[in-house]
């Protein structure tokens, strides 16, 4: 069974910059994609950054410019920077890792931007 544990969300005035963090329970080579999705009370989640085993790294529009998805190996650790934070970025932010054909995701960690 994979874990993936998140933290850094926080409250954070607008404007203001996080780093979360998910670390998974075994070696992320494993895993085709991992990335981060969002979700807001009443709302489906959404995507926010997916990179893959390689590298190569994609963004929901309204992020590009302001987030980056990272990965360290040697710490199993997927890492989401986010500056220029708005307060529509309030949410809880989830973790997920897909190894074909199962996909992963930690408990979530709440971000919250005050206007």
């Known amino acids: 069974q994979v874990q993936l544990v998140e933290s850094g969300g926080a409250l954070v005035q607008a404007g203001g910059s996080l780093r979360l963090s998910c670390a998974a329970s075994?070696?992320?080579?494993?895993?085709?994609?991992m990335g981060w999705y969002r979700q807001t009370p009443g709302k489906q989640r959404e995507l926010v950054a997916l990179?893959?085993?390689?590298?190569?790294?994609n963004y929901a529009e309204s992020v590009k410019g302001r987030f980056t998805i990272s990965r360290d190996n040697t710490k199993n650790t997927v890492y989401l920077q986010m500056n220029s934070l708005k307060p529509e970025d309030t949410a809880v932010y989830y973790c997920?890792?897909?190894?074909?054909?199962?996909?992963?995701w930690g408990q979530g960690t709440q971000v919250t931007v005050s206007s």
């Open positions: 997920t890792a897909t190894s074909h054909p199962y996909d992963y």
């Open positions: 075994r070696s992320i080579v494993s895993f085709n994609v």
């Open positions: 990179i893959t085993r390689v590298g190569g790294t």
